[in-house]
């Protein structure tokens, strides 16, 4: 069966097309290549051995998508992947966040509906949960105001998608993302930052590997157990595994809400500085880094409560933190080797 995947290229739709693949489905990449890069697709190819199609079209654009729907005819499903994701970026250019975060899912649904698509995974984040008043958080947990236009957009296309669900939109599964990490296992395909990197784990990778001198720590007087943030921190395979799951759930019908929502997490919080510890061990690196002022918009504390994922999906992640950071390494010592 064909799932449309929007953002096929990038960091986690990549190891989604694999895992899909790998699954038995027939994967259909669209991405406009604006934050991912054509090495992706050699990447899965070498994993796959077989060609995964490829649209490189802005989903944002109506008539390119119709073309894709028109051209693939029977696509069972769509994984919406395809958005920004810099934090910071969308405080400074929040237009064009709205414009293509959430002008994509429109078009997307409006796409969708025409051709009769009525099956969606929606790439949400755990960003809408704001502060939390309590860890770890569960799907009930009250969202909180977003803290950046990025985490607002992941929150209006949750409140679009619920509208929709009202409306004879498509049945859809929310799943909210802790913090992916790690590469697949071949190295072939793995995380891309362009420029310096934003995110914890390619920015100490990147350090490792001496491209950057030093990793700043954003703060260590948070009430955490060593005063850093502390987040949740997945493998991206596992994470890829969880769409195939959720993709597997809508085509046999069985959901039993017309929106469903499922924190894809490991359950597990670790700090800043437990993340730096284990990557040391794992890479038998010494990592250069210092201690600096907190980033703005920073949430101190988030971790999953998986259990939903665990009962409901039957999903539960597999990689360690150690094994997720040895990926990271492995990967990036592969980038620096083909450079
Ligand atoms: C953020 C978003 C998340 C989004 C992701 C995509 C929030 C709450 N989370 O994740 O929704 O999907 O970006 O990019 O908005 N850190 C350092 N030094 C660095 C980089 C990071 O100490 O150089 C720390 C941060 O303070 C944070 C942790 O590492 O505590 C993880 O940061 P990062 O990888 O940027 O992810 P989030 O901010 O958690």
Redesign the pocket.
């Given at each position: 069966m064909k799932i449309l995947v929007t953002g096929g290229a990038g960091y986690i739709g990549s190891h989604a097309v694999v895992e899909l693949q790998e699954a038995g489905y027939q994967p259909v990449i669209v991405d406009n290549f604006s934050n991912s890069q054509e090495t992706a697709l050699a990447g899965i190819e070498a994993i796959l051995q077989v060609k995964v199609p490829v649209y490189r079209i802005d989903c944002a654009n109506v008539a390119a998508l119709r073309g894709v729907f028109a051209a693939e005819k029977d696509i069972a499903a769509v994984i919406h992947f395809a958005a920004h994701?810099?934090?910071g970026e969308s405080v400074a250019e929040p237009l064009k966040y709205y414009q293509n975060n959430v002008g994509s899912l429109l078009t997307l649904l409006q796409v969708m509906g025409e051709f009769g698509v009525d099956k969606l995974v929606f790439s949400s984040?755990?960003?809408v949960y704001?502060v939390p008043d309590a860890l770890p958080v569960t799907e009930a947990t009250p969202t909180q105001p977003?803290?950046?236009p990025?985490?607002r957009t992941?929150q209006m296309a949750e409140d679009i998608l619920r509208d929709m669900a009202g409306a004879n939109g498509p049945h859809t599964i929310l799943l909210r993302?802790f913090?992916p990490i790690g590469a697949h296992a071949s190295a072939r395909i793995g995380e891309l930052p362009l420029g310096v990197?934003?995110?914890?784990?390619p920015?100490?990778t990147q350090t490792a590997a001496g491209l950057r001198e030093k990793?700043?720590?954003?703060?260590t007087d948070y009430a955490t157990a060593d005063g850093?943030?502390?987040?949740d921190y997945i493998h991206v395979v596992d994470l890829a595994q969880a769409h195939v799951v959720a993709v597997r759930r809508l085509l046999a019908g069985a959901a039993t809400e017309r929106v469903e929502t499922f924190n894809v997490g490991t359950g597990r919080g670790n700090t800043?500085l437990e993340?730096i510890h284990a990557f040391e061990q794992a890479s038998g690196q010494q990592l250069n880094y210092a201690i600096?002022p907190?980033?703005p918009?920073?949430?101190p504390a988030?971790f999953a409560d998986a259990t939903k994922a665990a009962e409901v999906l039957g999903f539960e992640t597999k990689t360690s933190l150690a094994d997720s950071l040895a990926s990271s390494w492995k990967w990036q010592q592969a980038l620096s080797m083909s450079e």
């Open positions: 994701k810099a934090v984040s755990c960003t704001g977003a803290n950046s990025y985490g992941k993302y913090n990197p934003n995110n914890l784990v920015f100490i990793l700043m720590i954003y703060g850093s943030c502390v987040r800043v993340v600096g907190r980033r918009g920073d949430v988030i």
